[in-house]
């Protein structure tokens, strides 16, 4: 019997591997490779929700441009985040780069367009650069998404009474405190509504509950104050316009009212 020599043994009856298991040793390599890219991303993925964990932390914390740096990681390895572009605008938003928060926002939205919090975000800084058309619009589509959504329906009230529909800020406002009894800015709106339609006594009605609301607020006691003065109620405007004063001591027109207060009781 003629021998076959060992190279060619090795190609007849190892057809599926060569001498030295190379094609065994091909899948090790492969299953590694497979399993370390599996590790590599599942890494990825967790340092991104790492990054994103404590950039969220931080816009709690107002550190907004730590806030940033950590978004930007989460990002960089995750960059189909909706919510990563959310708070990174969010945080540009609370540094005033209004601009720069509006992209983010956009992004945001891309990614997930019923994301309700990037388009009413997106309307407060539209409103703030004064562009209040594309604001009603953001904040339309909050509450397309999210009809109760009341800080939508209270910004969009804002827009209203700054463009004079009076009417439908009314509206607006009626409607948010039919669905939030408990949401102060509402009744302090309404208030500042209903003094400018001349509703007084109404209006007073509505600083007050907000006062019950936030005791601290006090935007509420120095408009409450200003509408008694108008109602000749010297002292209630005078206690008002002190309360008002304990809590935010900078205020120009609550001393000059208070002063105002002071000399009409002299008289």
Not at 21 to 36: E, F, I, L, P
Not at 98 to 116: C, G, H, S, T
Not at 129 to 142: F, G, I, V
Request: glycine content about 6%; charged content about 25%; overall charge positive.
């Amino acid at each position: 019997m003629k021998l076959l020599p060992l190279t060619v043994i090795c190609y007849i009856s190892l057809s599926q591997f060569d001498c030295f298991g190379s094609k065994v040793m091909a899948q090790s390599s492969m299953t590694y490779k497979n399993t370390s890219q599996a590790s590599v991303k599942q890494l990825n993925s967790k340092n991104s929700d790492a990054y994103l964990k404590s950039g969220i932390s931080k816009t709690d914390l107002n550190d907004f441009k730590g806030a940033i740096s950590d978004l930007n990681q989460a990002i960089n390895i995750k960059s189909n985040s909706a919510v990563a572009f959310f708070y990174r605008g969010f945080s540009k938003y609370k540094l005033e780069d209004y601009q720069a928060a509006i992209v983010d926002f956009n992004e945001a939205i891309r990614l997930k367009p019923d994301y309700d919090k990037p388009f009413y975000h997106r309307g407060n800084a539209y409103m703030r650069l004064s562009k209040l058309e594309e604001a009603t619009r953001d904040y339309n589509r909050t509450l397309q998404i999210s009809p109760n959504f009341v800080e939508a329906l209270t910004h969009r009230g804002l827009i209203k009474t700054k463009q004079g529909n009076l009417r439908g800020a009314m509206q607006d406002f009626n409607a948010v405190i039919s669905f939030a009894p408990g949401f102060k800015d509402a009744y302090y709106h309404r208030g500042n509504l209903k003094d400018r339609l001349g509703d007084k006594r109404s209006a007073i009605s509505d600083y007050t509950n907000a006062i019950r609301i936030d005791p601290n607020l006090s935007e509420a006691f120095h408009n409450r104050g200003a509408t008694k003065l108008e109602l000749v109620d010297l002292n209630g405007a005078l206690s008002d316009l002190n309360q008002a004063i304990n809590i935010k001591s900078n205020s120009a027109v609550a001393f000059f009212y208070r002063g105002f207060s002071k000399y009409k009781l002299e008289d």
